[in-house]
């Protein structure tokens, strides 16, 4: 394995989330972490596929060769690629959940946070191919709305993501049925949430609207102590949705709780895969390249 | 049950050991928010709580491991009474209703007639019932038959009864109460339930609290069932005190969890005159009201004054005070001397006006003294047996033997006699005189003699001179000096007597006139040689008044309602009057009439209850079981009792054996939850 290159080590050292949360304004994170996201990829991301003519420019290397204009070199013996407008050909849509529990973080990065960032970039990264982009939070009701929109209302959006706090409780369904009901058109979904909640349930506020044509992608993201909790010795651990409180002891936490995480986690994922949905589970701690190389994956295995 | 060594008991304060240990451990864990509980319900709380319950319950073994301990170290002993009343066994119930005047504040009484409805209707169909009222007597109302085919009219003489009942004026003593039941359940096997339905005034209770108890029967089970009426603390104001002054009439007033408020007092004199005065009482406190009343305000004879007050608590009969101020003319008690202005007539008329008002001197000289006059007193005195001539002396004689008193002391004159006139008494040998510095000090006072029995403080008393008397055998010395010669000595004289003092009367002798004993010791002097039983004027109700001083049969007592007390027949054999109602009683002897004042027992007034832990701790110690001479007689059939400490022990090897088991898995399940390894390796 090649050593990465200097300025692919700063790309990367960029993606953390620690770093990325430290810069105070969204729109800098998202623009960050999709640069440094999108570095050593062949393909550039950034023209769409409308038939607009845009302009001619000299070909180089790493062009795609379809886009040579050969009636021009027929007539100059010069290879020139066209370039077209980008215009919106999909929509993503981001729900975000913002309950309480989204809070919870023993890294400088709460869930939350992570979640904000991971939306940010990723509307970013969509308003860059032409995507429209929408934006539902929700916790037990559905907090805020923005129909998808083009690549002029990102500030608005970004600012929008910027400006969620954790608070109520989590469910999922009436969130799903209201969201139902503002789409129709077909696009793409992504889900960012915890799931604390049962899988059969998400899985029946989601199955609609695969049926929708809608393509899901559920990001769970999870603290590192919520997988791999550290306890010395019993506590009392306060549901910070519920305020219901649990005796624990250090042995429950550290031999019983993880396999019951991963047999929750297991059956998000097996009832994902039933309806089509990716899941993808990311730890706070995860450099932010995983999410958006997994999405633009995702979009292009959807196109 | 009871304990050989009840010491021991105190070991029971080790079971606080455990607990402090338990709360060191079981501190709460610090609260820390976590995303979720989804996934921590359930088996986890079943597993903490089922660990709770093991340490709990490890814990209790603990403290009884130190409370079997410390019982088994006290040695407890249960006693099986064969005398203990068998289920359904008939029973004899005292219902015994305080009286007293605190009883009359509010409803108290109302609801102490209903209560005492409710144990009658709770009665067993084969007991018997008296209906009994305590207050300034203990009095049997009613007594009820067992069941009969006449029950309902035998219960109905206690419900009958009960409508008469009222608060009295007296004063109830718990304690006095409870010896007066155990006199009251007198004979019979059968078990007696007393109940006593009281206000539980806290003044009511004896100054040793083992006087509550009912004495033991022979035969017979005794228990107490309180019937506490539940009162809270009443404020309360009460005429405290009303007493005569040189200037007038002084009246205390004081409030008993009172706040401080403007009382007015009025004085009514013989039912016409009334003086008003209007002063604030402090909170809680006295106010005292001084009326100003000159002897002239006052009738000759026995006056009546009243002091009362605005009623304004739920108590009245404590708002009235009652005094009687007898106005009579001093009766003059002839001195005998050789001069009337001596300083003995200063100390004796000064005596009098203190301690002996009805009596003055009148100084004779002994050589104008007419004998004849001697018949007009009861009694006389004479400060120098020595200066009475042979005439005066035989005349004297001749007035003692009839009836007459002499109180006679010795001077200068009496010095060079062999032989004292009037008593006849010879003078020892001896020297008269003490040596400088060295004074005759009191020895032996005979404090049986009714003039010694409330004079106090003659062992201060040292005399320079004291004549050495003969004692004759019919002579009582009533007080002898260190070295046995005699200081005062009775002699009766045919129908008189005569006290006779072997030193001087005034201070030339001794230092006896400027001690306080002095003026006690003439006033009772003055009482005894001239034969009055005095009656005291001012009684407290319940008290009694005994028929001799009415002159017994030939007297009669009219109490405050205008009402004769005693029947012709009462006249003959009652020994006293029981003074039950607060006023004036009117005591008639032939050719005079005599007021006696009875007011409440101030501390009647104070309406503060016991507290509930003062009734619980009476009510628990109130079954008293018969007399130990009894139960020893029975002890042939009775069981011996048990020692409980062998089977204490037994449980607490046991408690021993289930705590060291708990505590190990206990603790095995404890460090188990500590090992972190555990987790992680499965995980």
């Not at chain 1, 980008?86 to 400088?108: Q, V, W």
């Not at chain 2, 059968?190 to 339905?197: D, R, Y």
């Not at chain 2, 320079?464 to 009775?490: F, K, S, W, Y």
Request: glycine share 6%.
């Amino acid at each position: 394995m090649s050593t990465p290159l200097p300025s692919q080590r700063e790309g990367v050292r960029l993606l953390q989330p620690e770093v990325l949360a430290g810069l105070a304004n969204l729109e800098l994170i998202a623009r960050a972490a999709v640069e440094g996201s999108l570095i050593g990829l062949h393909r550039s991301p950034l023209f769409g596929f409308s038939q607009e003519f845009a302009e001619y420019r000299s070909y180089t290397e790493g062009d795609d060769p379809r886009f040579i204009d050969w009636n021009v070199y027929a007539r100059s013996d010069r290879t020139y690629i066209k370039r077209f407008l980008g215009e919106t050909n999909s929509h993503l849509m981001l729900l975000i959940d913002s309950s309480a529990s989204m809070g919870y973080g023993t890294t400088p990065v709460t869930k939350l946070r992570y979640a904000q960032i991971l939306a940010a970039s990723l509307a970013y990264i969509a308003s860059r191919q032409h995507d429209a982009v929408g934006m539902m939070v929700f916790d037990e009701e559905v907090r805020s709305y923005r129909p998808p929109s083009g690549r002029n209302k990102l500030h608005g959006l970004l600012h929008t993501i910027d400006a969620i706090t954790s608070s109520r409780k989590t469910d999922m369904e009436k969130p799903f049925s209201r969201f139902r009901e503002h789409i129709a058109k077909r696009g793409m979904v992504a889900v960012i949430s915890d799931f604390y909640c049962d899988p059969k349930a998400l899985i029946e506020g989601v199955k609609p609207l695969a049926f929708q044509g809608q393509d899901v992608i559920l990001f769970q993201i999870l603290d590192p102590r919520e997988l791999r909790p550290d306890l010395s010795e019993a506590a009392v651990l306060e549901d910070m949705e519920t305020g219901q409180t649990v005796e624990v002891s250090p042995a429950f936490m550290q031999k019983d709780y993880p396999e019951r995480i991963k047999a929750h986690i297991r059956s998000l994922q097996e009832a994902a895969a039933g309806i089509g949905a990716d899941h993808v589970l990311l730890e706070t701690t995860v450099s932010l390249d995983v999410p958006l190389r997994n999405y633009l994956l995702f979009r292009q295995r959807r196109r | 049950m009871n304990f050989l060594a009840p010491l021991f008991l105190a070991g029971l304060g080790a079971v606080a050991l455990p607990v402090w240990l338990h709360l060191l451990q079981t501190q709460t864990p610090e609260r820390q928010p976590f995303s979720s509980a989804m996934l921590l319900r359930m088996s986890e709380q079943r597993i903490h709580l089922r660990r709770r319950l093991r340490y709990l319950l490890l814990m209790a073994l603990r403290i009884a491991l130190f409370a079997l301990l410390a019982l088994a170290f006290s040695q407890p002993l249960w006693q099986r009474s064969s005398t203990t009343a068998a289920a359904g066994e008939n029973k004899e119930h005292l219902i015994v209703i305080d009286t007293s005047l605190s009883m009359g504040q509010g409803d108290r009484m109302a609801r102490a007639v209903a209560e005492a409805s409710t144990v009658i209707a709770g009665l067993g169909a084969g007991d018997t019932a008296r209906l009994v009222t305590a207050g300034e007597s203990v009095d049997v109302l009613a007594t009820s038959a067992p069941a009969t085919a006449t029950v309902p009219e035998s219960r109905s003489r206690l419900t009958t009864a009960l409508d008469g009942v009222k608060a009295g004026a007296g004063r109830l003593d718990y304690g006095v109460l409870a010896a007066g039941m155990s006199e009251l359940a007198g004979a019979g096997t059968e078990p007696v339930v007393i109940h006593f339905i009281s206000d539980f005034e806290a003044s009511g209770l004896p100054s040793q609290f083992g006087a509550l108890i009912p004495r033991a029967l022979p035969n017979r089970t005794q228990e107490l069932k309180l019937h506490p009426l539940n009162e809270a603390t009443a404020p309360n104001w009460a005429v405290d005190y009303l007493r005569r002054t040189p200037q007038g009439l002084d009246v205390g007033v004081r409030g008993h969890h009172t706040a401080a408020s403007d009382i007015t007092v009025t004085i009514g004199l013989n039912g016409a005159r009334e003086v008003k005065q209007t002063r604030q009482v402090p909170a809680n406190g006295l106010g005292e009201y001084s009326f100003a009343l000159p002897d002239v305000a006052f009738a000759t004879g026995d006056n009546r004054i009243v002091a009362s007050l605005q009623s304004v608590d739920g108590l009245a009969a404590d708002d009235r005070r009652y005094l009687v101020v007898p106005n009579v003319p001093a009766i003059p008690v002839p001195l005998l001397t050789t001069r009337t202005d001596a300083p003995l007539v200063r100390y004796l008329s000064t005596a009098f006006a203190t301690a002996a008002r009805q009596y003055r001197v009148e100084p004779d000289s002994l050589a104008t003294f007419d004998a004849r006059t001697l018949e007009r007193s009861s009694w006389v005195v004479a400060d120098d047996l020595g200066a009475i001539s042979p005439q005066l002396a035989t005349a004297l004689t001749d007035y003692i033997t009839k009836g007459g008193s002499l109180f006679a002391a010795v001077g200068e004159r009496s010095l060079a006699l062999e032989t004292l006139p009037v008593t006849g008494q010879r003078v020892a040998k001896g020297d008269a005189t003490a040596r400088e510095g060295q004074p005759f000090n009191v020895g032996r006072i005979d404090s049986t003699h009714p003039l010694l029995a409330a004079t106090d403080g003659w062992r201060g008393v040292s005399v320079t001179r004291l004549l050495p008397l003969e004692v004759a055998a019919d002579d009582r010395v009533l007080i002898a000096m260190e070295d046995g010669r005699p200081l005062l000595i009775e002699r009766k004289v045919g129908e008189g007597r005569i006290v006779m003092l072997a030193t001087s009367l005034d201070n030339t002798w001794n230092d006896l006139p400027v001690h306080p004993v002095f003026v006690s010791f003439i006033a009772e002097t003055a009482r005894y040689l001239s034969g009055e039983q005095t009656l005291s004027r001012q009684q407290v109700a319940g008290a009694s008044l005994p028929l001799s001083v009415t002159g017994g049969a030939s007297g009669q007592v009219v109490d405050p309602q205008g009402q004769t007390v005693l029947s012709l027949a009462d006249t003959r054999r009652a020994q006293d009057v029981r003074l039950r109602q607060m006023g004036f009683y009117q005591v008639y002897t032939p050719g005079k009439e005599t007021l006696v004042a009875v007011n409440a027992d101030a501390r009647e007034s104070d309406l503060e209850p016991m507290t509930a832990e003062q009734i619980a701790r009476w009510q628990q110690a109130a079954v008293v079981a018969p007399q130990q001479a009894v139960a020893a007689a029975e002890s042939q059939v009775a069981p011996p009792p048990v020692e409980l400490w062998r089977y204490l022990l037994i449980l607490l090897v046991l408690v021993v054996l289930a705590e060291s088991l708990l505590g190990n898995r206990y603790l095995t399940g404890h460090l188990h939850d500590l090992e972190p390894d555990a987790g992680r390796a499965s995980s």
